[in-house]
């Protein structure tokens, strides 16, 4: 039985930067719907950036997204009882939503500092395509890259 499409919702901008990608990045760092604590440990991590960089923590943030972004990824496909990795486009709000997500993990799984400084450490790092979340990308593209013979299986 088909459902109904659910609407995408719209979100409103942060109030110190009136972005709507920060605003959605807060999100993304939200646990247990505390946004307060997730606004405090971007802007806290912000803060950090602006000290250590000189520079816009906004551009710099920006920059880190994009660097992260993927525009290819592999999906399985069931072609005739094999499975097939098969390359394909990524949206723009998957991507989006991927390097948000990759960013954050790799400032999660460092150790020993507090999340402020590990996610400015993290966002400084993907602004100069390094760092765990530039790589993750250069992976996903190695693998749909390895995986072109089967572009012809796309839906």
């Not at 991590?45 to 000189?54: L, R, S």
């Not at 009882?81 to 960013?103: F, S």
């Amino acid at each position: 039985m088909a459902r109904k499409k659910a609407s995408k919702r719209v979100i409103l901008p942060d109030p110190v930067y009136n972005s709507v990608t920060v605003a959605k990045f807060i999100n993304q760092i939200m646990r247990r719907g505390k946004k307060t604590v997730a606004r405090k440990i971007l802007y806290s991590a912000f803060d950090i950036i602006k000290e250590k960089t000189k520079k816009d923590p906004l551009e710099v943030f920006e920059q880190a997204i994009k660097n992260a972004t993927p525009s290819l990824e592999v999906r399985p496909r069931r072609v005739g009882g094999a499975t097939y990795q098969v390359p394909i486009q990524v949206p723009a709000t998957r991507g989006l939503t991927l390097a948000m997500r990759w960013i954050i993990n790799a400032a999660k799984v460092k150790k020993g500092k507090p999340m402020k400084e590990k996610l400015a450490e993290e966002l400084i790092l993907a602004s100069r395509n390094e760092g765990a979340a530039v790589k993750k990308r250069y992976d996903t593209h190695r693998m749909a890259e390895a995986n072109r013979a089967f572009a012809h299986f796309a839906w």
